[in-house]
């Protein structure tokens, strides 16, 4: 008799493991589709993912990251599409997600970097526990006002400041050839969001050709993340009102007006949409740097966005330590320039230093100024430029991480969990 009872609860297991395995493949699959430009394609290297398991916060992110074996783990249920290139050479690498799906010299090979969607994988993999597919589309330098710029934005229009400026061809950044420009512009113009459109819908039309685990159940569009801005943030002419609080009002309407389209584009009208805020020096981003964060926000905050789009900080991530350091080798390349240009309240301001002499000169300034600690601490944690959040594989591990979240917290909302 007790015998008999074990042998049924093992096949009821059996039955409920096997029906749960049968649910997973009859519901839709879940695309997720990530967008953006450098911080999206993601500088992280690899190398770096030691430098996770220092902080006791976030330890067990990296274990999560990492397989028995100590590698970069392999998601079995999550396969990820990555559309990338630079100029008109463009290409595609899909597989299972795992480490390497972040800025890439070939789209079709392993860069050895990690960028959002890593995390963003592993945490949907965790939470959903059935076959997840993400279309990553992403390339470094990509505004919104000009190369993602959606339809419904309409054509590129000059700001105040460029049509008083722009026509008398001279000038920092100005244009020499204004007539040129001009027809370079309209071409430019939306260039990208068109590409990202048509890859996502290359992709939809073969699920089969990248996921094997889809077998003709349909899908459905169940998040989109966009992490961009840094093209936007530092062009002055585009968004000429330095300190004032409405400056990038206009990328407000831009991201608005691209939220609207890609919804309606990939026809999915309620699709998740998750704000990845600038987060660039962290604690200690300036005016110009907090006023951009808040337009990035901004849309999140609109009636018709309510409980469907949500701005996630990105800040809280940025490493200040690294950051830390980060400002004191940009002091010793400003000495290097100092040194250079025979600058007056400098050494070399007679111009009759020797090459040798102000490279030793450099050395002995960078050895007094970062200890043999940080710079342990650099190659630990840094891989990149402060513009590439350092290239800080903490930072993009807990970036995916966040936005994961957000975007299973709208599911919910929704009842689509």
């Given at each position: 008799?007790?015998?008999?009872?074990i042998l049924?609860?093992?096949l009821?297991a059996v039955?409920?493991?096997?029906?749960g395995s049968?649910?997973a493949?009859?519901k839709?699959?879940?695309?997720?589709?990530?967008?953006?430009q450098?911080?999206?394609?993601?500088h992280?290297?690899?190398e770096t993912?030691?430098?996770?398991?220092d902080?006791?916060a976030t330890?067990p992110?990296?274990?999560?990251m990492?397989?028995?074996?100590?590698?970069p783990?392999?998601?079995?249920?999550?396969w990820?599409s990555?559309?990338t290139?630079s100029g008109e050479s463009?290409g595609?690498?899909f597989?299972k997600?795992?480490?390497?799906?972040?800025?890439r010299?070939?789209?079709?090979?392993?860069?050895?970097?990690?960028?959002?969607?890593?995390?963003?994988?592993l945490?949907?993999d965790?939470?959903l526990?059935?076959?997840?597919l993400?279309i990553?589309?992403?390339?470094?330098?990509?505004s919104l006002h000009?190369?993602?710029r959606?339809?419904?934005a309409?054509?590129?229009?000059?700001?105040d400041?460029?049509?008083?400026n722009?026509p008398?061809?001279e000038g920092?950044?100005?244009?020499?050839d204004?007539?040129k420009?001009k027809?370079?512009?309209?071409?430019e113009t939306?260039v990208?969001y068109r590409?990202?459109?048509?890859?996502?819908r290359h992709v939809l039309?073969d699920i089969k050709r990248?996921c094997?685990?889809y077998?003709g159940q349909?899908?459905?569009l169940?998040?989109f993340v966009?992490?961009?801005?840094?093209?936007d943030?530092?062009?002055g002419h585009?968004y000429?009102?330095?300190?004032?609080?409405?400056r990038f009002e206009?990328?407000?309407?831009?991201l608005?007006?691209?939220i609207r389209?890609?919804?309606?584009?990939l026809s999915?009208p309620?699709?998740?949409?998750?704000?990845?805020?600038?987060?660039?020096?962290?604690a200690?981003?300036?005016?110009?740097?907090?006023?951009f964060?808040s337009?990035?926000?901004?849309p999140?905050?609109?009636?018709?966005?309510?409980g469907n789009v949500t701005?996630v900080p990105?800040a809280?991530f940025?490493s200040?330590?690294?950051?830390?350091?980060d400002?004191?080798?940009?002091q010793?390349?400003q000495?290097?320039?100092?040194?250079d240009?025979k600058h007056?309240?400098?050494?070399?301001a007679?111009?009759?230093?020797?090459?040798?002499q102000?490279?030793e000169?450099?050395?002995?300034?960078?050895a007094?100024?970062i200890?043999?600690a940080?710079?342990v601490l650099w190659k630990?944690?840094?891989s990149n430029?402060g513009?590439?959040?350092?290239?800080?594989?903490k930072?993009?591990?807990?970036?995916g991480?966040?936005f994961?979240?957000?975007?299973l917290?709208m599911?919910?909302?929704?009842g689509?969990?």
């Amino acid at each position: 008799m007790k015998q008999s009872s074990i042998l049924t609860g093992i096949l009821l297991a059996v039955l409920l493991v096997a029906s749960g395995s049968v649910m997973a493949q009859t519901k839709p699959l879940r695309v997720f589709i990530l967008a953006g430009q450098s911080n999206m394609e993601g500088h992280a290297r690899i190398e770096t993912f030691d430098y996770i398991g220092d902080d006791p916060a976030t330890a067990p992110l990296l274990k999560q990251m990492r397989g028995s074996d100590g590698k970069p783990a392999v998601c079995d249920d999550v396969w990820i599409s990555y559309f990338t290139g630079s100029g008109e050479s463009n290409g595609e690498g899909f597989g299972k997600l795992t480490a390497g799906y972040g800025a890439r010299q070939k789209p079709s090979e392993d860069g050895g970097k990690i960028g959002p969607e890593f995390t963003f994988g592993l945490t949907l993999d965790e939470r959903l526990n059935e076959p997840v597919l993400i279309i990553k589309a992403a390339w470094g330098g990509k505004s919104l006002h000009t190369d993602f710029r959606s339809p419904s934005a309409g054509p590129y229009v000059l700001s105040d400041w460029q049509k008083q400026n722009y026509p008398k061809q001279e000038g920092h950044g100005i244009p020499k050839d204004f007539e040129k420009w001009k027809a370079d512009k309209i071409k430019e113009t939306g260039v990208y969001y068109r590409l990202m459109i048509e890859h996502v819908r290359h992709v939809l039309k073969d699920i089969k050709r990248v996921c094997p685990a889809y077998a003709g159940q349909g899908y459905e569009l169940a998040g989109f993340v966009w992490l961009q801005g840094w093209n936007d943030m530092v062009d002055g002419h585009v968004y000429p009102k330095h300190g004032k609080p409405d400056r990038f009002e206009l990328y407000s309407e831009l991201l608005s007006h691209f939220i609207r389209d890609v919804r309606r584009d990939l026809s999915a009208p309620k699709m998740p949409f998750v704000i990845g805020v600038m987060g660039v020096s962290g604690a200690k981003g300036g005016n110009e740097i907090v006023a951009f964060r808040s337009a990035m926000t901004a849309p999140a905050l609109l009636p018709e966005f309510k409980g469907n789009v949500t701005a996630v900080p990105t800040a809280p991530f940025w490493s200040e330590e690294l950051g830390a350091i980060d400002e004191k080798y940009g002091q010793v390349r400003q000495m290097n320039y100092y040194l250079d240009s025979k600058h007056k309240d400098h050494a070399n301001a007679d111009g009759k230093m020797t090459p040798e002499q102000k490279r030793e000169y450099v050395k002995k300034y960078e050895a007094d100024l970062i200890s043999p600690a940080e710079v342990v601490l650099w190659k630990r944690g840094a891989s990149n430029a402060g513009y590439h959040y350092l290239g800080c594989a903490k930072t993009f591990a807990q970036m995916g991480q966040a936005f994961a979240e957000a975007n299973l917290a709208m599911l919910k909302d929704q009842g689509r969990r």
